[in-house]
């Protein structure tokens, strides 16, 4: 019989982290980070990390476990989560996935296999000193012309999975748009709840800038600022996340320090964007929107609430 699993997700600035936690507290759950960014030590402020006060002492999983040296992909993401699921499962608590990385949880939900993260090759290799020397335009100009659908779905500065794409495409001749199309059909080993929490687009975009302003505030630069002494630079992983490349191109002298809030506010109403047109992809989505709800956190989690309740009662 498939397990229950909850999902929820939503742009970033939404409320999704406080929203989780409560919902958590409710049905004796423990949550699963789907962030790429909250999985670093060290890199609170800027990916808006869940304090160990507002966790309110529901147990958290896939936060604060790697260094910001360290790769973090789709393919450790689903390993990591797996493993917490069982772990969740076996103490008969109920996981709740939360965050709004939409490729983690799409892996996750269907257990799809993403053979783009194999392991490294001469392909590769050459990809990467190709991106070095003429820039990642030019590497997403040759994604677009061996997988047009790939080059659409990944941003130019998704500079891994540029490559990584590419390199399936090299290594197997198909597309790797197409397998992904073959997973993403597999039925789901979960009996799953997959909520996507959204506002008005005005009321997003004023809360993001919000947040970004409250981030400068409690010390981002400063951040950035000893995550650079300890020697992350550009080209890490997680170096790439939104608030940390920004501020970093101001450090090093790139742009003006209001150039960098002024980016980095734009670049994540773009994000938002993009997050809310790859959910609206998916199978089997619950909208929660909050104006259908008053913009109550109360009715919004009542609903969930509800609706768990009585489907599993029938299931």
């Known amino acids: 019989m498939r397990k229950p699993l909850i999902i929820l997700t939503g742009p970033t600035a939404v409320g999704k982290t406080a929203l989780s936690i409560r919902l958590a507290q409710a049905l004796d759950g ?27 002492g529901v147990p958290h999983h896939l936060i604060d476990i790697l260094d910001p040296q360290e790769e973090f992909n789709v393919t450790v993401f689903q390993s990591m989560a797996k493993e917490a699921l069982g772990g969740i499962y076996s103490r008969g608590h109920i ?14 939900l269907y257990d799809i296999d993403f053979k783009e993260n194999g392991t490294d090759s001469d392909i590769r290799q050459e990809l990467e000193q190709l991106g070095e020397e003429k820039g990642k335009e030019y590497l997403h100009q040759l994604l677009c012309k061996v997988d047009p659908e790939s080059a659409r779905q990944i ?5 891994k999975r540029v490559i990584r794409a590419i390199e399936y495409y090299r290594l197997t001749g198909q597309q790797i748009s197409v397998h992904n199309q073959q997973e993403r059909e597999k039925s789901s080993p979960y009996r799953f709840y997959y909520y996507v929490l959204n506002c008005d687009r005005d009321l997003l975009y004023e809360r993001i800038d919000r947040r970004v302003d409250q981030m400068i505030k409690n010390g981002l630069i400063k951040e950035v600022e000893e995550l650079k002494k300890a020697g992350c630079r550009r080209g890490m992983v997680s170096m790439q996340g939104l608030g940390y490349k920004e501020i970093l191109d101001y450090l090093d002298g790139y742009c003006s320090f209001e150039e960098a809030v002024r980016i980095l506010k734009r670049d994540t109403r773009h994000f938002a964007k993009r997050q809310l047109t790859w959910f609206r992809r998916e199978r089997a989505v619950r909208w929660l929107n909050l104006e259908t709800f008053d913009s109550s956190p109360d009715q919004v989690l009542n609903h969930i609430l509800t609706e768990f309740r009585q489907e599993e009662a029938n299931a």
Request: charged share 15%; proline share 2%.
């Open 30 to 56: 423990e949550i699963i980070s789907a962030d790429s960014m909250q999985v670093y030590r060290h890199m609170d402020i800027g990916s808006a990390k869940v304090t160990a006060e507002e966790m309110c």
């Open 155 to 159: 941003h130019v500065n998704n500079y």
């Open 95 to 108: 996981p709740i996935v939360a965050g709004g990385t939409g490729f983690y949880i799409q892996a996750l």
